[in-house]
């Protein structure tokens, strides 16, 4: 009987499909585990081997929790709103809503080829409006919240207003916008409606904004820095310039200290927690303001003069300010600028805005700058102090602007020495071209008065003392992390549940939700740049009706223009885990009994790729939520594993530079060639190339000569790159499990090494697998049908399965499944030559072998005679009694030299194992009939005869 996989595996698959084996409870007396993969986006291309990595290891996990006992929630779903989609439309003419559903489909064909134990019946999608109507609900409660710093957490706007109709906002402390000026409380209860929603806007949690932004004009929309690739778009390589446009944005920047601190409550990689941390970027210093002085301040009334403000970690150094820097884009830029160099701050500004930020601050070799022809007066020593404009000060970073200390900082001293500005040298005795301060503590001053002698800490409080004795500055803790962008000029996404009256925005009922996407006949912005919903012609808000109207229907009394904007992608990605724990409810986006059942994620597997991404925007929002009541976790994700990349083992050609002729590896010499990607399709497991398919797969390459070696082949040459489409290195899944099985593919995938590291794919190997799975197949079968036995197994056989169990347990625990593997290929390959066939060994063996690869272990189980899935077998008990050894093989040595072996129980004592060894025949033999000079036993360890 043959092991058949194709047959085994769909027979499997369609059992698992239609008895639900892998639907979680809601209600269970099991203790719950719930296993999460990172959303994935359905493209086009379909999956690659390299995407289920991931997926196999929490699909191993989620298995292995469920023979441990455990209710296991381990769903999937999609991605499914974002920029691919909508370019696909583009280019093609169909509507993004088709695509993605037919993606989503050869998604799920391949996932399901591969044997995962989803539960389907939770899946989501974030493009479905059924979804998507708890993503607006969603932004409605963050509008209608505020931040309170007394309290440190969100609350109700409804609170902030009764505190404003009662006391007005000078005890208000909250995360707010700075403009904000001090009212009472009959100032604000004598204002108009539109005055107090206006001054709402500086407290809610999402609120609208003048916002610097990536703006792709290539793409018709603002992009994320991930989004930007050395400048330009990551998809279609389009150039991106910053932009000031007015957005949504989110206040995440309230939770910076809380998403600080929560990473000491998680256990997620190091490598994680540190990108979170340096991202959130938390600083101790002083608030700095400069005032301006001069041309500068002579264009604003005298009590209304504008001041710079800097945030400084380094107040003692306040001295040794030089000059200041200010962003591009700070507001001030464009007012203080002198007429003479006028011209030469625009044209900086113009070119800087070409440079995406991420750009700005790698780019720590340029030095570029101009100055403004402004100055700035110094809080504590009144000097002048010129202003200058630098693109490496970004505008939403600190305040915009920074206070120059060349004496004390690099980048600061080579920008004065490139332009030739004077340095002033607050340091007693050190040379200002070698001084970056490193060594704070131990830092005398010579040119700044009051703090001669004073060391760092003492000159830090001093500082910042006088500066609140001139009301010029205080002391400041600081964070990095911005407020995230919340606007999208596309079509494929969320709409925002807003409407406009007189410019104010209005949150539409949450009882009217979902607003779904309007129908539009072209998906790019229209011709007076809004937004590509700007091409519907339905898309306005009746609040009589409360129902979208047509836009002719627009009459700003009851009908009113609705927000043009869409979500960005990371929205429905935001909050995605909570729907799979109760995805059908149409009162609450998760029900409260089910939220308290699986209260958040126990393990999530996904790449590092999203740490400041997704995972930090994911922590905003659900902290968010456990403030507000809905949900009962503050953290989202109790353990984190980042799996490595497979990488694709990519195959050149090698042309003649000038020519058409390509040159086999061997052949090439020193002559000057330029290499091309082959498809890997096309090249053998020898490296030989298939010309005749490479012709007709590469057209223009049809009527190229081929140089080959001697023997008539042409081979090509190898390089290790990462896995993509573009690269002709991809292998798709469902090649292998049509020539393998899913249960080859998944045990090949765990045993190319340890999860988190990158390893490249070599399809050669996955023969040996293969092989195993054979054997493990003969363990249980012979040509005749099923060869399992009742009989009692042997020691060895008990032994070698005990140390399974123990080594394959730990190893899922630590995740080390590369591990397993290599014990598996063990313990059969011992079996096997043990003649191993009792039930009492392989039926625990089957069980410990079904997370891995599961098709082969539920068709063991089913022959076996059981009834059941074997996915929910108990885990097989460790017994550390079977590892015991009882005897042990002696060598019995004469003069030093063996000659030859033999069993005997360890419980013996040295005279009992010398009269065994001198009554044995072999020894009497070595003997000759003489008598020995000597015997020496060592129990457990040796025999000697010296004869």
Same mark, same amino acid.
């Given at each position: 009987?043959?092991?058949?996989?194709?047959?085994?595996?769909?027979?499997?698959?369609?059992?698992?499909?239609?008895?639900?084996?892998?639907?979680?409870?809601?209600?269970?007396?099991?203790?719950?585990?719930?296993?999460?993969?990172?959303?994935?986006?359905?493209?086009?291309?379909?999956?690659?081997?390299?995407?289920?990595?991931?997926?196999?290891?929490?699909?191993?996990?989620?298995?292995?929790?469920?023979?441990?006992?455990?209710?296991?929630?381990?769903?999937?779903?999609?991605?499914?709103?974002?920029?691919?989609?909508?370019?696909?439309?583009?280019?093609?003419?169909?509507?993004?809503?088709?695509?993605?559903?037919?993606? %989503?489909?050869?998604?799920?064909?391949?996932?399901?080829?591969?044997?995962?134990?989803?539960?389907?019946?939770?899946?989501?999608?974030?493009?479905?409006?059924?979804?998507?109507?708890?993503?607006?609900?969603?932004?409605?409660?963050?509008?209608?919240?505020?931040?309170?710093?007394?309290?440190?957490?969100?609350?109700?706007?409804?609170?902030?207003?009764?505190?404003?109709?009662?006391?007005?906002?000078?005890?208000?402390?909250?995360?707010?916008?700075?403009?904000?000026?001090?009212?009472?409380?009959?100032?604000?209860?004598?204002?108009?409606?539109?005055?107090?929603?206006?001054?709402?806007?500086?407290?809610?949690?999402?609120?609208?904004?003048?916002?610097?932004?990536?703006?792709?004009?290539?793409?018709?929309?603002?992009?994320?820095?991930?989004?930007?690739?050395?400048?330009?778009?990551?998809?279609?390589?389009?150039?991106?310039?910053?932009?000031?446009?007015?957005?949504?944005?989110?206040?995440?920047?309230?939770?910076?200290?809380?998403?600080?601190?929560?990473?000491?409550?998680?256990?997620?990689?190091?490598?994680?927690?540190?990108?979170?941390?340096?991202?959130?970027?938390?600083?101790?210093?002083?608030?700095?303001?400069?005032?301006?002085?001069?041309?500068?301040?002579?264009?604003?009334?005298?009590?209304?003069?504008?001041?710079?403000?800097?945030?400084?970690?380094?107040?003692?150094?306040?001295?040794?300010?030089?000059?200041?820097?200010?962003?591009?884009?700070?507001?001030?830029?464009?007012?203080?600028?002198?007429?003479?160099?006028?011209?030469?701050?625009?044209?900086?500004?113009?070119?800087?805005?070409?440079?995406?930020?991420?750009?700005?601050?790698?780019?720590?070799?340029?030095?570029?700058?101009?100055?403004?022809?402004?100055?700035?007066?110094?809080?504590?020593?009144?000097?002048?102090?010129?202003?200058?404009?630098?693109?490496?000060?970004?505008?939403?970073?600190?305040?915009?602007?920074?206070?120059?200390?060349?004496?004390?900082?690099?980048?600061?001293?080579?920008?004065?020495?490139?332009?030739?500005?004077?340095?002033?040298?607050?340091?007693?005795?050190?040379?200002?071209?070698?001084?970056?301060?490193?060594?704070?503590?131990?830092?005398?001053?010579?040119?700044?008065?009051?703090?001669?002698?004073?060391?760092?800490?003492?000159?830090?409080?001093?500082?910042?003392?006088?500066?609140?004795?001139?009301?010029?500055?205080?002391?400041?803790?600081?964070?990095?992390?911005?407020?995230?962008?919340?606007?999208?000029?596309?079509?494929?996404?969320?709409?925002?549940?807003?409407?406009?009256?007189?410019?104010?925005?209005?949150?539409?009922?949450?009882?009217?939700?979902?607003?779904?996407?309007?129908?539009?006949?072209?998906?790019?912005?229209?011709?007076?740049?809004?937004?590509?919903?700007?091409?519907?012609?339905?898309?306005?808000?009746?609040?009589?009706?409360?129902?979208?109207?047509?836009?002719?229907?627009?009459?700003?009394?009851?009908?009113?223009?609705?927000?043009?904007?869409?979500?960005?992608?990371?929205?429905?990605?935001?909050?995605?885990?909570?729907?799979?724990?109760?995805?059908?409810?149409?009162?609450?986006?998760?029900?409260?009994?089910?939220?308290?059942?699986?209260?958040?994620?126990?393990?999530?597997?996904?790449?590092?790729?999203?740490?400041?991404?997704?995972?930090?925007?994911?922590?905003?929002?659900?902290?968010?939520?456990?403030?507000?009541?809905?949900?009962?976790?503050?953290?989202?994700?109790?353990?984190?594993?980042?799996?490595?990349?497979?990488?694709?083992?990519?195959?050149?050609?090698?042309?003649?530079?000038?020519?058409?002729?390509?040159?086999?590896?061997?052949?090439?010499?020193?002559?000057?060639?330029?290499?091309?990607?082959?498809?890997?399709?096309?090249?053998?497991?020898?490296?030989?190339?298939?010309?005749?398919?490479?012709?007709?797969?590469?057209?223009?390459?049809?009527?190229?000569?081929?140089?080959?070696?001697?023997?008539?082949?042409?081979?090509?040459?190898?390089?290790?790159?990462?896995?993509?489409?573009?690269?002709?290195?991809?292998?798709?899944?469902?090649?292998?499990?049509?020539?393998?099985?899913?249960?080859?593919?998944?045990?090949?995938?765990?045993?190319?090494?340890?999860?988190?590291?990158?390893?490249?794919?070599?399809?050669?190997?996955?023969?040996?697998?293969?092989?195993?799975?054979?054997?493990?197949?003969?363990?249980?079968?012979?040509?005749?049908?099923?060869?399992?036995?009742?009989?009692?197994?042997?020691?060895?056989?008990?032994?070698?399965?005990?140390?399974?169990?123990?080594?394959?347990?730990?190893?899922?625990?630590?995740?080390?499944?590369?591990?397993?593997?290599?014990?598996?290929?063990?313990?059969?390959?011992?079996?096997?030559?043990?003649?191993?066939?009792?039930?009492?060994?392989?039926?625990?063996?089957?069980?410990?072998?079904?997370?891995?690869?599961?098709?082969?272990?539920?068709?063991?189980?089913?022959?076996?005679?059981?009834?059941?899935?074997?996915?929910?077998?108990?885990?097989?008990?460790?017994?550390?009694?079977?590892?015991?050894?009882?005897?042990?093989?002696?060598?019995?040595?004469?003069?030093?030299?063996?000659?030859?072996?033999?069993?005997?129980?360890?419980?013996?004592?040295?005279?009992?194992?010398?009269?065994? %060894?001198?009554?044995?025949?072999?020894?009497?033999?070595?003997?000759?009939?003489?008598?020995?000079?000597?015997?020496?036993?060592?129990?457990?360890?040796?025999?000697?005869?010296?004869?």
């Amino acid at each position: 009987m043959k092991y058949n996989p194709n047959e085994i595996e769909a027979r499997w698959q369609k059992f698992w499909a239609e008895e639900q084996t892998f639907a979680a409870s809601n209600h269970s007396d099991k203790p719950k585990y719930y296993v999460l993969d990172m959303f994935p986006y359905p493209s086009g291309a379909g999956l690659h081997v390299g995407h289920p990595l991931g997926y196999i290891a929490s699909d191993i996990y989620a298995r292995f929790k469920r023979h441990q006992g455990f209710n296991v929630l381990h769903p999937q779903g999609y991605d499914s709103f974002g920029l691919p989609a909508e370019q696909y439309a583009i280019q093609t003419g169909q509507h993004p809503e088709k695509t993605t559903k037919e993606n %989503i489909a050869r998604y799920r064909e391949q996932l399901d080829k591969i044997g995962f134990s989803f539960d389907w019946e939770r899946e989501v999608r974030t493009s479905d409006p059924s979804y998507y109507k708890w993503t607006q609900w969603i932004f409605i409660q963050l509008f209608n919240s505020w931040y309170n710093k007394t309290t440190d957490k969100a609350e109700s706007i409804c609170t902030l207003v009764s505190e404003f109709e009662k006391n007005g906002n000078a005890t208000v402390d909250a995360v707010s916008d700075d403009n904000i000026e001090s009212f009472s409380a009959a100032d604000w209860n004598g204002w108009p409606t539109e005055k107090q929603q206006q001054i709402l806007l500086g407290y809610r949690l999402t609120y609208l904004a003048e916002t610097e932004v990536n703006w792709c004009p290539g793409l018709g929309t603002v992009l994320a820095n991930d989004e930007i690739v050395n400048g330009v778009s990551e998809r279609g390589g389009f150039p991106v310039i910053r932009k000031k446009m007015t957005q949504w944005s989110m206040r995440i920047s309230a939770y910076a200290e809380r998403l600080l601190q929560g990473l000491n409550d998680i256990d997620w990689t190091q490598s994680l927690i540190d990108a979170q941390s340096n991202w959130i970027g938390k600083s101790v210093g002083a608030s700095v303001k400069f005032k301006l002085t001069g041309s500068a301040a002579e264009s604003f009334p005298e009590n209304e003069i504008p001041q710079i403000e800097v945030f400084t970690t380094r107040p003692d150094t306040i001295f040794g300010v030089t000059f200041l820097t200010l962003a591009p884009e700070h507001h001030l830029v464009s007012k203080i600028v002198s007429d003479d160099q006028k011209e030469a701050v625009e044209s900086y500004i113009e070119a800087t805005a070409k440079r995406s930020e991420r750009e700005r601050m790698a780019d720590v070799k340029t030095i570029s700058g101009v100055f403004t022809g402004a100055y700035a007066t110094h809080p504590l020593s009144s000097r002048p102090i010129p202003i200058w404009v630098g693109d490496y000060v970004l505008a939403g970073y600190g305040t915009g602007a920074v206070m120059a200390v060349p004496a004390g900082d690099e980048r600061d001293y080579a920008f004065a020495k490139h332009f030739e500005i004077p340095i002033e040298n607050i340091f007693d005795g050190v040379d200002i071209s070698e001084q970056a301060f490193t060594d704070k503590n131990n830092v005398s001053y010579q040119n700044s008065g009051f703090l001669n002698g004073l060391d760092y800490k003492s000159a830090t409080a001093k500082v910042i003392e006088e500066l609140e004795k001139v009301q010029s500055g205080k002391g400041k803790t600081n964070y990095r992390l911005r407020d995230a962008v919340f606007s999208r000029q596309r079509y494929w996404g969320e709409p925002f549940p807003v409407y406009y009256v007189n410019g104010l925005p209005q949150m539409i009922d949450a009882a009217h939700l979902p607003i779904r996407l309007p129908e539009v006949e072209k998906y790019l912005p229209t011709e007076d740049g809004s937004p590509p919903l700007g091409n519907a012609t339905t898309w306005a808000w009746d609040i009589s009706k409360n129902e979208v109207v047509p836009n002719d229907h627009v009459d700003n009394k009851t009908v009113f223009p609705l927000e043009l904007n869409t979500m960005p992608g990371w929205a429905g990605s935001s909050w995605y885990w909570l729907r799979y724990m109760d995805p059908h409810d149409k009162d609450a986006f998760v029900s409260k009994e089910a939220e308290q059942y699986w209260q958040n994620v126990d393990l999530y597997i996904g790449g590092s790729e999203h740490a400041t991404g997704h995972l930090l925007y994911s922590r905003f929002w659900n902290k968010f939520l456990f403030d507000r009541g809905f949900i009962s976790k503050e953290e989202p994700f109790n353990k984190l594993i980042n799996q490595g990349m497979i990488l694709g083992t990519s195959a050149f050609v090698h042309r003649l530079e000038g020519t058409n002729t390509f040159v086999s590896k061997n052949k090439i010499g020193n002559q000057k060639v330029q290499q091309i990607h082959a498809d890997v399709y096309l090249v053998n497991a020898s490296e030989e190339l298939d010309i005749e398919g490479f012709k007709k797969w590469r057209p223009d390459f049809a009527n190229a000569e081929f140089v080959t070696e001697d023997n008539g082949k042409f081979i090509v040459s190898r390089e290790v790159e990462k896995m993509s489409k573009s690269k002709y290195n991809v292998v798709n899944p469902d090649d292998i499990c049509n020539e393998y099985g899913a249960d080859t593919l998944r045990l090949y995938e765990m045993f190319l090494g340890p999860l988190e590291q990158a390893k490249p794919w070599n399809t050669a190997g996955i023969t040996g697998v293969f092989g195993f799975l054979k054997k493990l197949w003969r363990l249980y079968f012979d040509d005749n049908g099923l060869i399992v036995t009742a009989n009692p197994a042997s020691k060895e056989a008990l032994k070698t399965l005990h140390k399974t169990i123990k080594k394959v347990q730990d190893d899922i625990e630590g995740f080390s499944f590369n591990t397993s593997v290599s014990q598996f290929m063990i313990a059969v390959n011992e079996l096997t030559a043990m003649n191993c066939h009792e039930r009492v060994v392989l039926e625990p063996l089957a069980i410990l072998v079904s997370p891995y690869a599961p098709h082969i272990a539920e068709e063991l189980w089913h022959r076996l005679g059981h009834q059941t899935s074997i996915s929910t077998a108990p885990f097989p008990d460790f017994n550390p009694d079977y590892l015991i050894e009882s005897s042990k093989e002696y060598p019995v040595s004469f003069n030093g030299k063996t000659k030859f072996t033999i069993e005997l129980p360890l419980d013996l004592s040295a005279s009992e194992i010398e009269k065994i %060894i001198m009554d044995d025949e072999r020894t009497k033999t070595q003997l000759g009939g003489n008598a020995p000079k000597k015997v020496i036993v060592v129990p457990g360890r040796i025999i000697n005869i010296v004869a």
